[in-house]
């Protein structure tokens, strides 16, 4: 792990952010951490987004919290909202033709 601090952060940027997509640079100043600096070159947006989101990761604790159905149980349960609904269950749908 590489530790830079502010000053030198402003005239080695480019340096860092390369470095930082092997391992993490701790950014200190007056001696001590005060940000850290990691690279998520190849990821996608939508992950980075999520995975630094606190209000996403706290929904995902209580929802975890919740009572789960058992995917069979789902699928009776959506078999028969199909029915009411007038739609075919899924044995019962013919397969959809390939667009030429």
């Known amino acids: 792990m590489k530790t830079i601090n502010v000053r030198d952060l402003q ?47 706290k929904m995902i604790a209580e929802r975890r919290k919740e009572k789960t159905v058992p995917i069979r149980e789902a699928r009776k349960l959506l078999e028969a909202r199909w029915a009411k609904r007038g739609r ?4 019962k749908r013919t397969p959809r033709r390939k667009k030429s």
């Open 11 to 57: 005239k080695k940027v480019r340096e860092c952010v390369e470095t930082s997509q092997k391992e993490r640079v701790i950014i200190t100043r007056h001696g001590r951490p005060a940000a850290i600096l990691i690279g998520i070159e190849g990821q996608e947006w939508e992950d980075v987004v999520l995975e630094t989101s606190a209000k996403f990761w």
């Open 88 to 91: 075919p269950s899924k044995a």
